[in-house]
Nanobody
Framework: QEQLQESGPGLVKPSQTLSLTCTVS??????????WNWIRQPPGKGLEWMGL???????YYSPSLKSRTSISRDTSKNQFSLQLISVTPEDTAVYYC???????????????????WGKGALDTVSS
């Protein structure tokens, strides 16, 4: 089973861009028909799905975050990354990467079949 590990800056100033990377070990992000998700949990709140990139490079985003979110991958490093632009203190959260499956046809973009998670990384937006 793969292991997922998030890495990020820890602290970002308002209006800047938050960049996070998930390193996957024990398996390739380009095989297995999997989808690689970003999910966050603000302090005291529930989980919020942000988006994903599939094994073949397709991306899906949460409609509420789509205008500020970009997900990409580096297959040579077996990593996928999240960029969130124009951050505010409301973007302070624990950010998780997780493995799932591609959204089924005719289903809304969301996380499906999550079965493996990273431990999470706290990123704080503050001046």
């Amino acid at each position: 089973q793969e292991q997922l590990q998030e890495s990020g800056p820890g602290l970002v100033k308002p209006s800047q861009t938050l960049s996070l990377t998930c390193t996957v070990s024990g398996g390739s992000i380009t095989t297995g028909y999997f989808a690689w998700n970003w999910i966050r949990q603000p302090p005291g709140k529930g989980l919020e799905w942000m988006g994903l990139i599939t094994y073949d490079g397709s991306t899906y985003y949460s409609p509420s975050l789509k205008s500020r979110t970009s997900i990409s991958r580096d297959t040579s490093k077996n990593q996928f990354s999240l960029q969130l632009i124009s951050v505010t203190p409301e973007d302070t959260a624990v950010y998780y990467c997780a493995r799932g499956i591609r959204p089924p046809a005719h289903m809304p973009p969301d996380s499906y079949g999550l079965d493996d998670w990273g431990k999470g990384a706290l990123d704080t937006v503050s001046s």
